[in-house]
C-alpha cells in the first residue's frame, strides 16, 4: 500500500510510513494542542519535502493567521502561493461540500490548477452546525469526504474536542465512520507539568503504534518523542506512576 | 414652522452650513491632486465606500475565498443586509464574481490579472497613513 508521509519527526514511524494514499485522517484534540500545526506541516512537508502540492481548507482562521503561524516555524507559505504550490482558502462548509458536488466546481478547479495531493480541512467541527439531525451530518460528512477522495487528495481533518484535560468521549459516531484513521492529541499532567501526547487509536487497513507517545511543539514544528515510560492512565490526563498503581492495587488492600 | 426648527434656522443659519470640511472643493482638489491618478480612479468609481473597501481588503487578503453574502458578512464584521448591494456593485464594477453552489449564491475574487493587479496597488497604498487620511476624505464626501 502506498504511504503518504507527514514528514513529522516520530510520527510516520507510529503509522508504519505514513497515511494510506487517498485517505482522509481525523486529528483531533483540545485547542491550542497543536491540530492546525500538525496539518499545516502535513501541507508543508508535503510541497517542500515529497513534491505534493497541497491546499488549506479553513472555516475558522483568516489566511493571513496562518501565514503568520508558519513564519514562527520558518515555513513561508506565501511563498508557496505564488509559486503555485499552495492554497489557502477561507470559505464555509456549507459552500465547500456543495461546490465539490457539483461538475466543474471551483474548488475543484483550484485543485486541478496547482495539481493538489494534500487537503487540510480546518476544521470539521464546522460541520455540527450544518444540522442537528446526526443522520444528515453524518450523510453530509461522507459525501464531503469521499468528494475528497474522489478528487485523489490525502486529507488531515481536525475536530475539536471540548475536554482541556481529564476524560474525554470516544469517538463520535459520524467521524469515526468515515475517518479512515483516528489521531488523538492530547494534554496530560505528569508532576505539574502539562505534556502532550499523541495516540493513533485507528488506521484502516493497516497495523500502527498502539503506544501513547510525547510530542513538542518546537521551533520546527512537532516533533514525536519517546513514549511514556512507566506510567498509566496517559489519556485521563492525570497519568500515574505503574508502581504507584501496583501499590495501590495490591499492598494497601 | 414650530419654535424648535425656528430655534435651529437661528442657531444654524444658511450661511453658517457648510456641505464640505473647511477649505471646502479646495482641500479636497489639494489632497486628491497628487494620487496616482489610477489609484484615484479606482477610489472614485469602485471603492467608494467603507463597506466595498473592506470587502477589497478582505478578498485581497483572502483571493481564494468563495462563500455567500451572509458568511462574508461574519468575516468582516458586518450586517449581511449592510454588505448585499455592495457586493453586487463590486460584481458590476468587475471586481468580484456571482457564482452559484447548489441552490447558494456565493462570492469570489475575479480571476482578472489587471483587476488583481490593481487591487494590489490600491492595497499597498492603503498601507500609508496620508494615503488612508485623503481616502477616508474622499468616502465621507462622496458619501454625503
Known amino acids: 500500500m502506498e504511504r503518504i508521509k507527514t514528514g513529522i519527526a516520530g510520527f510516520d514511524d507510529m503509522l508504519q510510513g505514513g497515511f494510506l494514499l487517498h485517505s482522509a485522517n481525523l486529528i483531533e484534540g483540545a485547542p491550542g494542542i497543536g491540530k492546525s500545526t500538525f496539518g499545516m506541516q502535513f501541507i508543508y512537508n508535503g510541497i517542500t519535502l515529497y513534491n505534493q502540492p497541497g491546499v488549506i481548507l479553513t472555516f475558522e482562521e483568516f489566511a493571513q493567521q496562518y501565514y503568520d503561524d508558519a513564519a514562527s516555524f520558518g515555513w513561508d507559505l506565501r511563498a508557496l502561493e505564488k509559486a503555485d504550490r499552495l492554497r489557502v482558502i477561507m470559505t464555509s462548509p456549507e459552500v465547500s461540500h456543495a461546490d465539490l458536488a457539483r461538475v466543474d466546481g471551483r474548488l475543484q478547479a483550484t485543485l486541478n490548477e496547482i495539481g493538489a495531493a494534500r487537503i487540510l480541512v480546518d476544521s470539521l467541527s464546522h460541520f455540527d452546525r450544518l444540522s442537528d439531525d446526526p443522520v444528515t451530518r453524518r450523510g453530509i460528512l461522507y459525501s464531503f469526504i469521499n468528494s475528497l477522495k474522489r478528487e485523489g487528495l490525502t486529507s488531515v481533518l481536525t475536530r475539536e474536542s471540548p475536554a482541556l484535560i481529564g476524560e474525554i468521549e470516544g469517538p463520535e459516531e459520524d467521524v469515526a465512520f468515515v475517518a479512515d484513521s483516528y489521531i488523538l492529541l492530547r494534554y496530560v499532567e505528569i508532576e505539574s507539568a502539562i505534556r502532550k501526547a499523541v495516540l493513533v487509536l485507528k488506521l484502516r487497513g493497516s497495523d500502527h503504534a498502539k503506544d501513547i507517545r510525547q510530542f513538542e511543539i518546537t521551533r520546527h514544528g512537532i516533533e514525536v518523542q519517546a513514549k511514556f515510560e512507566g506510567r498509566e492512565g496517559i489519556m485521563s490526563g492525570s497519568p500515574r506512576r505503574m508502581a504507584d498503581s501496583f501499590v495501590e492495587a495490591f499492598v494497601r488492600r | ?144
Open chain 2, 1 to 144: 414652522m414650530n419654535d424648535e426648527s425656528e430655534n435651529f434656522q437661528e442657531w444654524n443659519p444658511p450661511a453658517r452650513r457648510r456641505t464640505t470640511l473647511p477649505g471646502g472643493a479646495d482641500l479636497a482638489r489639494r489632497l486628491m491632486d497628487d494620487m496616482d491618478p489610477e489609484i484615484l480612479e479606482f477610489l472614485k468609481t469602485t471603492v467608494n465606500t467603507f463597506v466595498k473597501w473592506d470587502l477589497v481588503l478582505f478578498f485581497y487578503e483572502n483571493s481564494n475565498t468563495t462563500d455567500t453574502a451572509d458568511n462574508i458578512a461574519r468575516y468582516i464584521g458586518r450586517d449581511a443586509g449592510a454588505i448585499q448591494s455592495e457586493l453586487d456593485e463590486l460584481v458590476s464594477a468587475g471586481v468580484l464574481v456571482r457564482d452559484r453552489a447548489a441552490d447558494l449564491v456565493v462570492y469570489a475574487l475575479t480571476r482578472d490579472a489587471q483587476v488583481r493587479e490593481r487591487i494590489r496597488h490600491f492595497v499597498s497604498a492603503s498601507d500609508d497613513r496620508q494615503f488612508r487620511v485623503k481616502a477616508i476624505y474622499h468616502l465621507i464626501r462622496g458619501s454625503r
